[in-house]
């Protein structure tokens, strides 16, 4: 009798997150449909599981009291202008990791994403947006 991978239910054995397994899946189904038009297998089995949907979560926004009391606390961290500079423009964590200082416009404090150099692609940096916006606190000094 030959084994049959739909009789496992992996997901639920292992502990996995949703969208862990759906990125196995993924793999697995374009792994198997290479293999379908090398005609190593006859069926692509990956096409009768249907994944885990996977939600998304809605990011948490800090309050301005929130955020001041946080850069209070980390005043003599070494990555306070780090976490000033997020606090004051905004930027993500990995648009923070890329700025480079021509790309930053001192006088209006705000970045200039066309300054910010281009990607490995060769196209231009843009910050990106979520569904949800970017609606969060941002610190102003009173």
């Known amino acids: 009798m030959p084994f049959d991978a739909r009789a496992v239910p992996v997901a639920r054995s292992t502990g996995l997150q949703p969208k862990t397994v759906r990125n196995i899946h993924v793999m697995l189904h374009t792994a198997l449909a290479n293999a379908v038009n090398w005609r190593y297998v006859m069926e692509n089995v990956a096409e009768h599981v249907k994944p885990p949907k996977v939600r998304r979560r809605k990011p948490t926004v800090r309050t301005a009291g929130q ?9 003599e961290d070494r990555f306070y202008p ?6 004051i423009i905004g930027l993500r964590r990995g648009e923070l990791c890329g700025l480079r200082w021509p790309a930053l416009d001192c006088a209006n404090g705000e970045p200039d994403n066309n300054r910010n150099g281009p990607s490995s692609t060769g196209t231009i940096r843009r910050p990106t947006r979520s569904s949800y916006g970017r609606t969060g606190a941002r610190y102003t000094r009173t």
């Open 82 to 87: 780090l976490y000033l500079l997020a606090a």
């Open 67 to 75: 955020l001041r009391t946080f850069l209070t606390s980390v005043r």
